[in-house]
């Protein structure tokens, strides 16, 4: 049983989910408009259901991980290009594996809820919704979760790089075609942005390559023999760089984020969750898995500046956020402003501030996954996205106003909700190292509840406007997207352990790698023994 | 008295030829000359057919003859680097062999396009004598008649092509060079719509060619003048033997340099390329595009690895120039290209740059690296080039890229297959642009090239860019109203076109087939 080659299985799944939705056929001529539905409705399914076994496969995954077991589980290491080095090498710790749960479990959620967004129903009224292949976004949607469980389960450099650049595609059609308002400007600037630093990390994986290379024995680019590898500070130091500006780029931490705003406004809802709950992830994992334990003392040497800038990213995203008049936007800002939190607590280098890290990245997925494919619903009911055109909500659609609630209040860490547990660890973690960088951290809080209740005050509340007095509330397909999302807010926000479980091992082996303990708190007798022996 | 008069009579031995082992530039050459007696003797009707197998048949031919002779046992018996064929002039070794095979591959693939013809696509003028927009022109053009001269042109190229990284010595090499340009001058001024800027583009390229010939030549007489021998192996000797002033070898590799550097269309001797690129028919622009671009790379190779092998030092800092300013120079140029055919140009322009990152490594790695990037990139250019001969609008090809809006939604297909090309220029993972640029990077960072390869990326960062413009063009835009037509491809251009994108996709995933190849054919380097 455990020499299944799950994790292998669980990543072709979506593909051979693509490949069978390629097989319906596409549009035709001859075809009328119900048959052209049906066959569309069809690949829906297709997908619907392959992303259900791919769920079904990561779940046994996790049932079967065994959090105090070898470093990588359902390994799997093959040759691939010997001539360059590079393995197909898969396997997962416990970081890599609860966020590859959490795209299979997104997965479902994002292509329930954006069952008809290829129609292009979502834009704003009075653009003509053009006519897009229905097919073809359920394909482009299947392939990047294989990409994305790809990325996170990949245990070889090479193997890693190829799945980071080559997700791009899928999502800069997935906005350029599917999207809505400058999709266009949105989708070049969205990969430009992100080609520059994938190939910035080119350069490092290549140099890292070259310097793994001694005497007559070839290089690699295997994880595990690479983080022995003894490297001098300077060249840690240059290859900690190349990683870390593609890793900034793709997270996206202040000042690298412009893209992120415009993407996400730009993309379906469906798209933005996945571009802001999945690939943006890969930035933040990318940082914890290879920034820290390859270049331990590049990462030590850029820690102070990375703290500032993370700090800087949360205040200033949510500031910024707080202006917003587009609601998409104002999400995609309140997720820079999660992300400075994020790299906060990988950066503090406690245990606390990196399983509350990763914790974060997964409750992020869910709360902000919710926010945005309810502000998603209410966007198709009123064809607009502009925060001042709703109001009164609340009155005509409670159930889809109380969820909203519900996932707003996660997105300001409410206690009780799971965010709040990650964002408490990661600021005692980083407490425990950078008092200062905590407080600050900490003024994010407050600027949250801003910007959330403000949004949902606005949108909700008061009286209710004309354009959105017959809005129906949440029919069963999305309250089925949505439900599973905000049960597990509150489940997780309540009963956080076995995530933690999970994730508990491989910190401490990252924080290993790192030469990194935690700071032990001064012990209140031996501080009363020296404050009375000066 | 009769043993005196031997003596005295001038002796002239007879050479002695290595047929076996040249006959795949044979053949080639060999089915030239027969298709000039075709052109000549069959009648009009037979001609295309006759033409078509004979160019094909004899591709074919010297691709299994080339695969013989690389598998044959005597040749490289006891781990021989191979032989010097023709009293000295050719080399057979196994880098040529790969190059060679590349080349016949590639030629074969762009026959296909220049045979396309059914009536209105062929590319290629009606007679090329009559001036443009006379009654001449149009009488032709009426008749039917088409220039099936264009099949032994090409043959004589494509042997020029096969003959240029064989030479081992520098006349051998020039004539080389002289029999794979004379016919593409020719050809290139030979399309059949927009003569005036084909035959602009002819006249340009022969001028420049020839001055760049007159460089090339002049470099052979400095190192003629230092070494006393145009053998390339006798150079190297020279050269590193050599303790007197070095005038004379410095500005012969430089003139030898700047000649090759022009035919690879590396900047600043770039100029001539998205001239000749744009005002050629298109099908000769994918033969000049792959099959040149690998004959001249192959070229360079073996005169700076076996001529000046000992000299890395010396031409190193020289060619760290020249490949830093060909990607940047490519890459920003082609930000502000509007003509399809011209963004190929400078792409391909900026593909030479990465190349030569290859090439200045110097090592086994490189050399490998550098032949698998030619062929990998060889097969899709064609396929890109073969795309853009299927847009269409009255004036013959839709080359603006204005009139590609849209493309995307009137003929998914051929817009998602220039989509892939581009991608694959652009060198994402999981397509061969992507395997082939990590090889030649990693072969220069290994020899100490990664400021090159940091310029290299970024270099790649800043092309991405119109590839992505035109993507986003032909996917994100609204088809325009009288945009262009998507022609039917034929067979042929289908053929051309689905070997493109198979070998794209298949080198993206498994390349290591091909990579090993490569490999196996740079472990000995050249022979010398």
């Known amino acids: 049983m455990s020499n299944f080659p799950w994790l292998t299985v669980t990543g072709a799944v979506p593909l051979v989910g693509a490949l069978a939705i390629a097989l319906v056929p596409g549009r035709s001529a001859a075809a009328d408009e119900a048959g052209q539905r049906a066959r569309d409705r069809l690949a829906k399914q297709i997908a619907l259901v392959f992303s259900l076994i791919t769920l079904a496969l990561s779940l046994v995954m996790a049932v079967e991980f065994k959090p105090g077991g070898p470093r990588f589980q359902f390994a799997q290491t093959y040759q691939w290009i010997p001539q360059f080095g590079v393995h197909y090498a898969v396997g997962v710790d416990g970081i890599a594996l609860v966020l590859i749960v959490m795209t299979t479990i997104l997965m479902p959620v994002v292509l329930l809820a954006s069952w008809n967004d290829a129609e292009g129903l979502a834009g704003p009224a009075g653009e003509t919704p053009p006519r897009r292949s229905v097919k073809t976004y359920f394909i482009l949607m299947m392939v990047l979760e294989t990409m994305m469980i790809g990325v996170f389960g990949a245990t070889d450099v090479f193997l890693f790089y190829v799945f980071f650049e080559a997700m791009l595609i899928p999502m800069y059609f997935m906005i350029g075609s599917y999207g809505v308002g400058k999709r266009q400007y949105a989708a070049v600037k969205f990969l430009l942005y992100s080609l520059l630093g994938g190939l910035l990390m080119l350069v490092a994986v290549i140099a890292l390559y070259v310097y793994s290379a001694s005497g007559n024995r070839p290089g690699t680019f295997l994880f595990l023999p690479l983080t022995h590898l003894a490297l001098s500070a300077t060249v840690q130091k240059w290859l900690f760089l190349g990683f870390f500006i593609a890793f900034a780029i793709k997270a996206p931490l202040w000042p690298f984020h412009t893209w992120l705003p415009d993407a996400a406004t730009a993309a379906q809802p469906g798209a933005a969750v996945l571009l802001v709950g999945v690939l943006d992830k890969v930035g933040t994992f990318g940082m914890l898995r290879y920034c820290l334990e390859l270049f331990p003392a590049g990462a030590h040497y850029f820690t102070p500046v990375i703290l500032v800038l993370a700090v800087a990213g949360i205040l200033y995203a949510a500031i910024v956020a707080i202006g917003q008049k587009d609601m998409k936007r104002l999400i995609a800002y309140t997720s820079v402003s999660h992300f400075g939190l994020i790299i906060l607590g990988v950066f503090a280098?406690?245990?606390?501030?990196?399983?509350g890290a990763t914790l974060y990245m997964v409750n992020h997925g869910f709360a902000t996954g919710a926010l945005f494919l309810i502000a998603g619903f209410l966007i198709v009911r009123r064809r607009s996205s502009q925060i001042a055109d709703f109001g009164g909500v609340q009155k005509v659609?409670?159930?889809?106003?109380?969820?909203?609630?519900?996932?707003?209040?996660?997105?300001?860490?409410?206690?009780?909700?799971?965010?709040?547990?990650?964002?408490?660890l990661v600021l005692i973690g980083t407490f425990t190292?950078?008092?200062?960088?905590?407080?600050?951290?900490?003024?994010?809080?407050?600027?949250?509840?801003?910007?959330?209740?403000?949004?949902?005050?606005?949108?909700?509340?008061?009286?209710?406007?004309?354009?959105?007095?017959?809005?129906?509330?949440?029919?069963?397909?999305?309250?089925?997207?949505?439900?599973?999302?905000?049960?597990?807010?509150?489940?997780?926000?309540?009963?956080?352990?076995?995530?933690?479980?999970?994730?508990?091992?491989?910190?401490?082996?990252?924080?290993?790698?790192?030469?990194?303990?935690?700071?032990?708190?001064?012990?209140?007798a031996s501080a009363l023994k020296n404050g009375s022996n000066p | 008295m009769t043993g005196s008069f031997a003596a005295l009579a001038p002796v002239i031995p007879t050479p002695?030829?290595?047929?076996?082992?040249?006959?795949?530039?044979?053949?080639?050459?060999?089915?030239?000359?027969?298709?000039?007696?075709?052109?000549?003797?069959?009648?009009?009707?037979?001609?295309r057919s006759l033409h078509l197998a004979l160019t094909l048949g004899s591709l074919a031919g010297a691709f299994v003859l080339t695969i013989v002779i690389a598998t044959s046992s005597t040749l490289f018996a006891g781990g021989?680097?191979?032989?010097?064929?023709?009293?000295?002039?050719?080399?057979?070794?196994?880098?040529?062999?790969?190059?060679?095979?590349?080349i016949l591959v590639l030629a074969f693939i762009s026959v296909l396009l220049i045979a396309e013809s059914s009536h209105d696509v062929s590319a290629f003028a009606a007679q090329a004598a009559a001036v443009p927009g006379s009654p001449e022109e149009r009488e032709g053009l009426l008749a039917g008649i088409s220039h099936t001269e264009v099949y032994p042109l090409t043959l004589f190229a494509i042997g020029g092509m096969l003959l240029f990284p064989a030479s081992n010595d520098l006349l051998t090499m020039f004539v080389a060079l002289e029999v794979l340009s004379l016919p593409l001058y020719l050809l290139s001024g030979l399309a059949r719509r927009r003569r005036l800027l084909s035959q602009e583009a002819a006249m340009k390229y022969f001028l420049l060619g020839a001055f760049s010939s007159a460089f090339f030549l002049f470099g052979i007489a400095m190192l003629y003048g230092f070494s006393g021998s145009v053998k390339l192996g006798a150079i190297a000797a020279a050269a590193s033997g050599n303790t007197a002033s070095s005038v004379l070898l410095y500005a012969g590799i430089a003139l030898i340099g700047v000649g090759l550097l022009f035919k690879i269309g590396a900047v600043p001797f770039q100029s001539w390329k998205p001239d000749v690129y744009q005002g050629s028919p298109t099908p000769v622009t994918a033969l000049m595009?792959?099959?040149?671009?690998?004959?001249?790379?192959?070229?360079?190779?073996?005169?700076f690895y076996v001529a000046f092998g000992q000299l890395t030092w010396d031409w190193r800092p020289a060619m760290w120039a020249v490949a830093i300013v060909t990607m940047l120079g490519g890459a920003i140029i082609a930000i502000t290209q509007t003509d399809v055919k011209r963004l190929l140009a400078y792409s391909s322009i900026a593909q030479a740059g990465y190349i030569l990152t290859g090439v200045i490594a110097a090592t086994t790695a490189g050399l490998?690296?550098?032949?698998?990037?030619?062929?990998?990139?060889?097969?899709?250019?064609?396929?890109?080039?073969?795309?853009?001969?299927?847009?269409?609008?009255?004036?013959?090809?839709?080359?603006?890229?204005?009139?590609?809006?849209?493309?995307?939604?009137?003929?998914?297909?051929?817009?998602?297959?220039?989509?892939?090309?581009?991608?694959?220029?652009?060198?994402?993972?999981?397509?061969?642009?992507?395997?082939?640029?990590?090889?030649?990077?990693?072969?220069?960072?290994?020899?100490?090239g990664l400021p090159l390869v940091i310029i290299g990326v970024i270099s790649s960062a800043i092309i991405a860019f119109p590839y992505v413009r035109v993507i986003v063009l032909m996917f994100f835009s609204e088809p325009a109203p009288d945009g262009p037509i998507v022609v039917r491809p034929s067979a042929y251009t289908s053929l051309a076109v689905g070997v493109g994108v198979l070998a794209t996709l298949v080198l993206g995933f498994i390349p290591e087939p091909l990579l090993r190849l490569a490999h196996d054919a740079a472990a000995q380097l050249f022979v010398r």
């Open chain 1, 349 to 355: 280098m406690t245990s606390q501030g990196q399983v």
């Open chain 1, 397 to 424: 659609a409670p159930v889809l106003a109380g969820l909203f609630l519900i996932s707003g209040l996660a997105g300001l860490a409410l206690p009780g909700l799971s965010t709040f547990v990650s964002e408490f």
């Open chain 1, 433 to 524: 190292r950078y008092e200062v960088a905590a407080i600050f951290a900490t003024l994010g809080i407050i600027l949250a509840a801003i910007y959330i209740l403000w949004m949902y005050q606005r949108t909700m509340t008061g009286p209710v406007r004309d354009e959105v007095a017959a809005m129906p509330d949440l029919r069963a397909r999305e309250l089925w997207a949505v439900g599973p999302l905000i049960a597990l807010i509150i489940v997780l926000g309540v009963y956080p352990r076995p995530v933690i479980n999970i994730i508990n091992p491989a910190v401490h082996q990252t924080l290993v790698h790192v030469r990194s303990t935690d700071p032990v708190p001064p012990h209140p």
């Open chain 2, 16 to 47: 002695h030829i290595e047929y076996g082992q040249l006959s795949p530039m044979l053949l080639v050459f060999g089915a030239a000359i027969v298709g000039v007696l075709v052109e000549a003797f069959a009648p009009r009707s037979l001609r």
């Open chain 2, 80 to 102: 021989s680097a191979g032989h010097i064929a023709a009293m000295g002039a050719v080399a057979v070794d196994r880098p040529t062999l790969f190059i060679q095979g590349t």
């Open chain 2, 289 to 303: 595009a792959s099959c040149t671009l690998v004959s001249a790379f192959g070229a360079l190779l073996r005169v």
């Open chain 2, 368 to 448: 490998s690296s550098s032949m698998f990037y030619l062929a990998a990139y060889g097969i899709a250019t064609i396929g890109a080039f073969a795309i853009v001969t299927l847009i269409r609008d009255p004036g013959g090809e839709a080359g603006h890229l204005s009139s590609w809006a849209g493309l995307g939604k009137r003929s998914p297909l051929v817009a998602g297959t220039f989509a892939f090309f581009l991608i694959a220029f652009a060198g994402i993972p999981l397509t061969s642009g992507f395997s082939s640029k990590f090889a030649v990077f990693q072969a220069a960072a290994a020899s100490g």
